[in-house]
């Protein structure tokens, strides 16, 4: 006697078994889990976002702007984990605090980025044609400037109109400036850089969109009529999710390395506030007295920067298999 089974259904005999499916992100997240790398980086990740947003409000923790001058560069003691500066602040809270600022103009930039790249590339890659044309060749214009010289006039030019909105918190809310001040001072920062961050990743989704669009569910989607904008963010985007994941988890140390590089040239993050680039900044200027205030910063720098590309290796093998050297 023949058992009719039904599709997905596993047949035995006599005994019908129900197969389970895998779906995309399980897969990817089972290929994750066997890279040892990506998942060591992932944890380091996790403890310095802990310690950066979480560990100054710990009690132990000082305050980074306190000035002691009687511990002015004094070394690293159970009183001062990483010693002090030479205006007496602790180091050790200082690097805490300055990751905040790096970690978030990492994000936030990135995102900003991320954003406005995806959006441009889809557009490009699905309209096509002239519109397609047109849209890379004022890419390949900002390709051809020079990215530092851009993002800094750019980050001069919204510098005034920061402070201004900045007097405009503090008037509505009746905060302090220096609470207000350490986040409002930042937007520059992320608008310069978000805003001409986006070239690479406008280009990757134009590739990837110019791709998909050629494939039969979405000829199935144009046929029963529904519109272009529809079919582009509902049905393109999602399959093209991968490598804007992927881009973004690499993109975020080169940004970060951008605020190092401006914030050690005196143009990102403005004192008292500091950041990871601030800090290396002054170690670099004392580092034949007192190295120490060099290599801490600098080791949980370098620490964020190799885990952030390590977990990109390991999402990018992730969610392209075909792309893993394996």
């Known amino acids: 006697m023949l058992l009719a089974v039904a599709p ?26 066997r890279n040892r790398p990506a998942l ?10 802990i310690a950066c947003f979480i560990g100054p409000f710990l009690w132990f ?11 002015s560069a004094a070394q690293p003691s159970w009183e001062h984990w990483f010693g002090t500066d030479q205006l007496g602040r602790d180091l050790f809270s200082r690097v805490l605090y300055g990751g905040q600022v790096s970690l978030l103009v990492g994000l936030v930039a990135t995102g900003v980025a991320v954003m ?17 044309s047109v849209m890379m060749r004022f890419v390949d214009i900002l390709f051809a400037l020079p990215f530092l010289v851009l993002v800094i006039l750019f980050a001069l030019v919204v510098d005034k109109p920061s402070s201004e909105f900045t007097t ?44 998909v669009k050629k494939l039969e569910f979405v000829e199935a989607a144009i046929s029963l009529g529904l519109s272009r904008s529809r079919i582009l963010f509902r049905h393109i985007l999602p399959n093209v999710i991968g490598p804007i994941i992927i881009y ?11 605020e190092s590089v401006l914030s050690f040239l005196g143009l990102g ?15 670099a200027d004392r ?10 910063p600098s080791v949980f720098f370098a620490t964020t920067l190799f885990a952030l590309n390590f977990l990109g290796d390991g999402l990018r093998d992730a969610l392209d298999p075909k792309s893993s050297k394996d």
Request: charged share 10%; net charge positive.
């Open 8 to 33: 997905g259904v596993a047949s035995f005999p006599g005994v019908a078994v129900k197969s389970q499916g895998s779906s995309l992100w399980n897969d990817a997240w089972h290929r994750l889990s």
């Open 40 to 49: 060591v980086s992932l944890a380091v990740l996790v403890c310095v976002l």
């Open 61 to 71: 923790v000082k305050n980074p702007t306190v000035i002691d001058l009687a511990n």
């Open 116 to 132: 406005i790249g995806v959006i441009y590339g889809a557009v490009s890659g699905y309209v096509g044609g002239k519109v397609d």
């Open 168 to 211: 405009w918190v503090i008037d509505r809310t009746g905060w302090p400036r220096g609470r207000v001040a350490p986040i409002t001072t930042l937007i520059p920062l992320f608008i310069a850089i978000g805003a001409i961050g986006w070239l690479t990743i406008a280009r990757i989704v134009r590739a990837q969109v110019m791709s």
């Open 248 to 258: 973004t988890t690499l993109a975020v140390p080169g940004i970060m390395l951008l």
């Open 269 to 283: 993050v403005k004192p008292p506030n500091s950041s990871w680039g601030i800090l290396i900044k002054e170690g």
């Open 287 to 296: 580092m034949e007295i007192t190295p120490y205030l060099l290599l801490f």
